[in-house]
């Protein structure tokens, strides 16, 4: 009988740790729950930020018509006949950056002018390097540089260039007229990046750097 009530005894007692400890287990958990809440926002509203930059960027894509650069016609006015009125990504001291079709901070085509402010920017002002980026998961467009189109393959590149005498310096650079010189990138086969850069500009500027 005492063993009995014994055994009663000691079931209910670990009963009790075992309540307590869930308890606190609990309450510990808790803690942290409501201790990570800002975190855990904060977290959430910038993944909503970023979704909705990703869309808004793969949306202006997909709205473009077929667009292609030519290097030796480029121009600030060029740009924005074909592709609207640009954002300021960044300035500094000898150059400013636009954006266009962009979702926040990010942009599918951005060009680099060599003037220390947009105020000094003309309409026949010529970039130093212009950039064409496909947004993951964005409909194939007609958008390229020289011929050169984003979702061609390097094959299809290769035989173009032969077509046109261009010349393919080394893997993924074309040298085009007046200076300019054309770089792609490729994902699963296909080009998905296309840089053009303007040699000529390019060397001025540092000229200026290494005289100053």
């Known amino acids: 009988m005492r063993a009995k009530v014994l055994l009663k005894r000691v079931a209910i007692g670990l009963a009790i740790v075992v309540g307590v400890l869930l308890l606190a287990g609990g309450s510990v958990t808790s803690y942290f ?4 809440a800002p975190e855990r ?13 990703m869309t808004a960027e793969i949306n202006g894509w ?3 018509k077929e667009v292609d650069f030519t ?7 060029g740009l924005e006949h074909k592709l609207n009125r640009p954002v300021v990504l960044k300035s500094t001291e000898n150059t400013v950056t636009l954006g ?13 002018f060599p003037v220390a402010s ?15 980026i496909r947004p993951p ?17 390097a ?10 005498h261009l010349i393919l310096d080394r893997k993924g650079w074309t040298a085009l007229e007046e200076g300019w010189k054309l770089h792609w990138g490729e994902m699963d086969g296909k080009i998905n990046v296309l840089l053009l850069l303007n040699e000529k500009v390019i060397q001025e500027i540092t000229q200026r750097k290494t005289q100053s």
């Open 41 to 53: 926002a904060k977290a959430k509203r910038e993944a909503r930020e970023f979704l909705g930059d």
């Open 62 to 64: 997909n709205a473009l």
């Open 100 to 112: 266009w079709i962009c979702g926040g901070k990010q942009c599918a085509v951005f060009a680099s």
């Open 71 to 77: 290097p030796s016609t480029l121009s600030l006015e």
């Open 33 to 36: 729950w409501i201790k990570d």
């Open 155 to 164: 094959e299809q590149v290769a035989g173009d260039l032969d077509k046109r």
């Open 118 to 132: 947009e105020q000094n920017l003309k309409a026949d002002a010529v970039p130093m390097s212009l950039t064409i």
């Open 137 to 153: 998961f964005a409909s194939e467009r007609t958008v390229g540089i020289a011929g050169i189109h984003v979702g061609e393959t």
